[in-house]
């Protein structure tokens, strides 16, 4: 029997499904659409943006870095352009294997492999990193017949910088490096993070450091149109880079060069002031350390070298180097005294050779200097005027009259890493120690910081402002290295401004009185034998500090002890004494007393400056001895010294 279909049923179940699939139909065009409408219309620009990006490369121009130049427009830092073989790591299949084919055909040393895999261990594998730089034209010609056996490896043409001089003023002008993960964060944390694309270097130390964004310039770019697979095509748009300017620097590169000389292999610092406006003519640091070493990243041998010598020839000396002043802080003390109304001129104390106090003796010049007033307190250095000086002062009152002059203080120089030294008080002492019993400030701990000892400790940059302050009669300005910035477009000379200098204070007769014995010191007292014959008036004073402390009623004596722990030389003077031109404050580490070793090199200093007069070599070399006083070899002119580049400027 044949089942009689429901026509009715079937066709209502059609049409159902005809509706459902519609609707599916329907739906799916209206995703369609509207994918479509979200991407062609509310996307529009990020999509744009991005097949645009993908289509064209942005690149980095990195510009050309400013010089440095300094008082006389003689070049400190340069850049010269040579070819490097650069490695990029995530194209260069199994690197090991790499290097050791690219040995074959160019030369790598061991110290370059361990330079590259430091490079690896700062940086990111898709980056280009170099393996040798400084290539010759036969190692690039043979490179580039074989370039194809070597994927991810290329020679590119890149800027370095170069210090002409060599360790010339490496402490003052400093040196670049590579960006290392920490400076790369905080430079893109900071506004200028898009003028730092394609940068690798940056200044790390002194003047590059201090005006890295003078000297580095504005990056600029190149747009390129790319092919699917990133090679290049055609150059689209481009904005050319513009170089950094130069530094001006007031120092004086020929007195800088003479100042190390004078030092020879000899440990120390000297700062050269003009009291008149806080340029900075000479900041030495001895031993100095050649700045070419660190552009390309210094290789193991030479750091260890430089950062495990005794010598710390990378302590920056004349900033972060403390030491008590020794007897150059008399003058300070007496000027103390005068403007508290503590003590009179016209008093006159007896110095028997030694100071005695609360049962303790504290001893001076040998056999005493008898009846002593002010003058010929600070004329011969009497330890005895200036001990029962402090008691009376108090180490509150000392400190807070040193502290406008600079002493214990930031100066506020234009570079960075000052130390600020100790300049003792009651609070410093409260808030230095832990154990309560060592809080406590003993009035006996006074005497000492009368003649630059105890606690004392202070930057000859410190005492060579100290000492600009006094010569030019109370005004003290912030010192400066650099003098002006020169358009690298232009041309224009800029002069950077300085804030105005800031009078202390002191009354006129006051420092006469101070200044006047700082004369007899150099005419009739300890610094008589260095300056006989000089043409021009100086003032100064002589200063032997304490490397260690030999404990009380100890005799000195410099055989019995190790090298590095005999007294400092100092000296602090200016000239010419009435019209101040030059102030500067020195030390030679170990060398014994002031008047031996540190005058000498200051009366040098003065005779190039006032006079024009460089040192023959043999009076150089009887300098570096402390045997110097007047000339024994006829000077020369400076303009006659030529400056002999230790490490000649590379093509």
């Known amino acids: 029997m044949t089942e009689l279909r429901n026509s009715e049923a079937d066709a209502s179940r059609f049409r159902l499904r005809v509706v459902a699939v519609g609707l599916v139909v329907l739906l799916a065009f209206g995703l369609i659409v509207a994918r479509l409408i979200f991407l062609q219309v509310v996307r529009h620009e990020d999509l744009a943006e991005q097949a645009e990006s993908n289509r064209t490369a942005v690149v980095p121009i990195v510009p050309n870095r400013g010089l440095i130049l300094d008082r006389n427009g003689v070049v400190l830092a340069t850049n010269y352009s040579a070819y490097t073989l650069e490695i990029t790591p995530s194209k260069a299949g199994v690197l090991e294997d790499t290097i050791e084919e690219l040995s074959k055909v160019v030369d790598i040393q061991p110290r370059d492999k361990r330079r590259f895999k430091r490079l690896m261990e700062e940086s990111r594998s898709f980056e280009s990193l170099p393996i040798r730089t400084r290539l010759t034209d036969q190692e690039v010609a043979r490179f580039t017949a074989q370039r194809y056996r070597f994927p991810g490896v290329d020679i590119k043409a890149r800027l370095f910088r170069n210090y002409p001089l060599g360790d010339v003023a490496s402490h003052a002008i400093g040196y670049i490096g590579r960006i290392n993960q920490r400076e790369k964060e905080r430079i893109d944390d900071s506004d200028d993070a898009p003028n730092y694309r394609g940068t690798e270097y940056i200044g790390k130390l002194g003047v590059e450091q201090a005006y ?4 580095h310039g504005t990056t600029g770019v190149e747009q390129m149109e790319t092919s699917a697979g990133g090679r290049a095509v055609r150059k689209l748009n481009s904005r050319a880079a513009t170089p950094g300017d130069s530094v001006m ?33 000479a900041l030495v640091s001895k031993p100095t350390f050649d700045p070419n070493l660190f552009v390309e990243g210094i290789d193991v041998e030479n750091w260890q070298a430089l950062n495990e010598s005794i010598d710390k020839p990378l302590l920056n000396r004349a900033l972060r180097g403390t030491y008590p002043p020794g007897s150059t802080y008399k003058p300070f003390m007496a000027l103390g005294a005068l403007q508290l109304g503590k003590r009179a001129p016209s008093l006159v104390l007896n110095d028997p050779g030694f100071y005695t106090f609360g049962g303790h003796t504290f001893r001076s010049h040998e056999g005493g200097l008898g009846g002593v007033d002010m003058h010929r307190a ?20 000392i400190h807070d009259f040193m502290k406008p002059l600079g002493f214990g203080q930031s100066t506020g120089i234009d570079l960075n890493g000052e130390l600020r030294g100790v300049l003792p008080s009651t609070e410093w002492k409260r808030n230095t120690y832990k154990r309560p019993e060592m809080k406590r400030w003993f009035p006996g701990e006074t005497v000492s910081l009368g ?21 030019n009669g109370g005004t003290r300005y912030r010192p400066h290295l650099a003098k002006a910035v020169k358009d690298s477009v232009t041309g224009a000379v800029t002069e950077i401004v300085q804030p105005p200098g800031e009078s202390l204070g002191y009354l006129p007769k006051n420092v ?11 005419k009739g007292g300890t610094g008589t034998r260095v300056f006989a014959g000089a043409a021009y008036t100086s003032a100064g004073k002589t200063g032997t500090a304490q ?12 055989k019995a002890l190790e090298e590095h722990q005999r007294d400092h030389s100092l000296f602090a003077a200016y000239a010419p004494a009435e019209a101040p031109r030059i102030a500067l404050a020195l030390i030679v580490e170990n060398a014994g007393f002031g008047a031996a070793h540190a005058a000498p090199i200051a009366r040098r200093v003065f005779d190039y400056w006032l006079q024009g007069e460089y040192p023959s070599e043999e009076d150089i070399a009887a300098t570096r001895k402390g045997q110097s006083s007047a000339p024994i070899g006829k000077p020369r ?15």
């Open 547 to 558: 490397a260690v402390s030999l404990g009380q009623n100890v005799k000195y004596n410099a």
């Open 378 to 397: 600070i004329q011969f250095s009497s330890n005895t005027y200036f001990y029962s000086l402090a008691v009376e002062m108090g180490v509150d009152t």
């Open 512 to 522: 006469e009185i101070v200044r006047n014995a700082l004369v007899a010191v150099n």
């Open 249 to 281: 620097l007031s120092i004086d590169i020929k007195l800088q060069k003479l100042i190390e000389e004078l030092y020879g292999d000899r440990r120390g610092a000297l700062v050269a002031i003009d009291p008149r406006n806080g340029e900075v003519l």
């Open 637 to 651: 002119q400076a303009a006659d010294v030529p400056l002999m580049p230790v490490a000649a400027a590379r093509p």
């Open 451 to 471: 003649i630059g000892q105890g606690y004392n400790n202070f930057t000859m940059l410190q005492l060579a402002l100290a000492e600009a302050t006094l010569a």
């Open 212 to 215: 890295e964004q003078q000297l």
